[in-house]
């Protein structure tokens, strides 16, 4: 037996992996409290719909900053008349930071916020004496009128003059418990070892892997410029609050078709009064942004921000001003792929890396079709265009093999009044909906993300009562189901004078000279590895070559 005789004719084959490498995630709780002071006299509080809004994070050093606002209506009792209120707390704004090792600034993060609990203890009531003040004073012209009727209160054939009740509120602590969750990834690319060859199979352990392979990733920006009526003079802005909502993308080849709505309040100084006012603007814009490789079908991720935005109040008509935006839209790319990774090579030296990435389970997609009667404030004559739609309290539950999703649609539905004046009125119907999605393997503790849209909305005038309206809507829940997996996968076993390979999918615009230049090798040698390339100036995107490795 020779000295070399040991040495394993292995050549080893390995792909090019675009992944999110997992650095960190964790979940931490918080609470907000706040003293809330409702306008009544309160017997009991029924009901409190809370929701997140506008929940995102930032990166800093082993650190993500969690912002965002929490909505609240509050249903209550009234003491003194036993009526049903509503009352809307103003919103609420949090921050909080979820500790996770590792992470640095310009990673990746991904936050999910839930409402845990909410509670409120009273603490006194308060009476508004100024108000009840204001309210027994006269103006001059009704004050001798008044003295005169005070004067017979109390005699013979008058009444005795009646208490005026004081204006009672309520204070109570309010207490919002939430669960913030933070993941933190980074983008990289890894050769990992798919198949060897010449070895017995029997030695080579592998381990199927479903990740999300990353496509491409891009930002763009889109400048979004409207006229703002304010409906009356103004002097100056006072301040603008934006958000970009009911956010829809798009994947076409080579690009990703984002949709969305700009809404903005704006606060601005009357000129003639200097009182503050608000206008409100829903903004739709359409942009795209190139991302080399995308193709229908892909799955894309937007995170739309808000970079700027400006009012100017017109010199020569005060009512009406110029609003200049610009909102940052960055988008990723990504393909659920398949890929048989070597996790061992058996009496073979092999380097390996750990690999931390979020497996994919399973997904898929479910419609629903919602019918309901809606009742109209006023007779319709025709439905005013399509409704403006949102998702609310949508919440994802998953059970042995399936999902479980709640949520609300909301629609602003515009019709035209019946009558001799055609004015365009608007109401507001919430629809609770619930769908089931099968997802073979999925179980509890798996991790959920759920993509609502609506699909088709139809309305059926009633001939006979025109308030009634009867709709019809379908909507397209899809839900992906994913795993948090740590997985040590080789990346290199070459022990033999044979050559390892990688294999590389042509992208779109690829050409050999440009891949060989990428690779650091030559055409020729590429082309020696592929005896099936007949023609090196013929190659399409898709298609899976040899590298050779130095």
């Known amino acids: 037996m020779g000295k070399d005789d040991h040495v394993v004719a292995l050549e080893c084959i390995s792909e090019l992996l675009k992944v999110e490498q997992v650095v960190g995630e964790n979940a931490s709780q918080t609470s907000v409290i706040r003293d809330v002071t409702l306008p009544d006299r309160v017997r009991k509080i029924t009901e409190v719909d809370a929701t997140l809004r506008n929940v995102r994070g930032r990166v800093i050093e082993n650190k993500v900053v969690v912002e965002g606002i929490v909505h609240k209506q509050i249903f209550y009792v009234d003491d003194d008349t036993g009526q049903l209120k509503e009352f809307t707390v103003p919103e609420e704004r949090f921050v909080h930071f979820v500790d996770v090792p590792g992470a640095m600034p310009g990673m990746n993060v991904q936050v999910h916020g839930r409402i845990e609990f909410v509670g409120h203890d009273f603490i006194k009531e308060i009476v508004d004496n100024k108000k009840k003040g204001r309210a027994d004073e006269g ?43 933070a993941k933190v990834t980074e983008t990289m690319q890894l050769n990992v070892v798919v198949d060897a060859v010449g070895i017995p199979e029997d030695r080579v352990m592998t381990e199927l892997l479903k990740v999300d392979s ?22 100056k802005i006072q301040r603008i609050d934006s958000e970009v909502r009911n956010v829809t993308a798009r994947v076409i080849e080579n690009k990703v078709v984002v949709e969305g709505v700009l809404h903005k309040q704006i606060f601005f100084v009357g000129a003639d009064d200097d009182v503050v006012y608000e206008v409100s603007v829903d903004e739709p814009f359409t942009h795209f942004v190139d991302i080399p490789g995308a193709f229908p079908g892909a799955n894309v991720q937007v995170f739309p921000r808000v970079e700027f935005v400006n009012v100017v109040i017109d010199n020569y008509d005060p009512t009406m001003g110029v609003q200049t935006a610009i909102i940052d839209i960055f988008v990723k790319v990504t393909e659920t792929v398949q890929v048989d990774v070597v996790t061992d090579i058996r009496d073979v030296p092999v ?65 035209v009044r019946d009558g001799e004046v055609p004015e365009v009125l608007e109401f507001e119907v919430t629809e609770r909906f619930t769908v089931f999605v099968d997802i073979p393997g999925a179980m509890p503790g798996h991790v959920v993300q759920v993509y609502p849209r609506v699909e088709f909305t139809d309305f059926e005038i009633d001939p006979q009562d025109r308030t009634q309206i009867r709709q019809t809507s379908v909507i397209e829940v899809f839900v992906k189901v994913t795993e948090f997996v740590q997985l040590e996968v080789v990346t290199d076993c070459e022990v033999a004078p044979v050559p390892s390979v990688t294999i590389y999918v042509v992208q779109p615009g690829d050409t050999l000279f440009k891949i060989a230049k990428k690779f650091s090798v030559t055409v020729d040698e590429i082309l020696a590895a592929n005896p099936d390339i007949t023609d090196p100036n013929v190659i399409f995107p898709g298609q899976k070559i040899f590298i050779p490795r130095k």
Request: charged share 30%.
């Open 139 to 181: 103006s001059a012209s009704e004050e001798t009128g008044a003295q005169e009727v005070d004067a017979n209160w109390g005699k013979p054939g008058f009444p005795s003059k009646p208490e005026k009740p004081d204006r009672v509120e309520s204070l109570f602590r309010q207490t919002v418990v939430l669960e913030l969750f």
């Open 214 to 235: 990353v496509i491409g990733e891009g930002a763009a920006q889109a400048k979004v410029r409207a006229d703002i009526d304010f409906d009356r003079p103004a002097r």
């Open 351 to 415: 380097t390996k890396e750990l690999l931390k990435v979020s497996q994919v389970i399973g997904e898929g997609a479910r419609q629903e079709t919602i019918v309901a009667n809606l009742q109209a404030p006023a007779p319709a004559r025709k439905i005013a265009g399509p409704p403006d739609t949102r998702f609310e309290n949508v919440e994802a539950r998953v059970i042995e093999n399936k999902v479980i999703v709640e949520g609300d649609l909301v629609k602003q539905i515009f019709f």
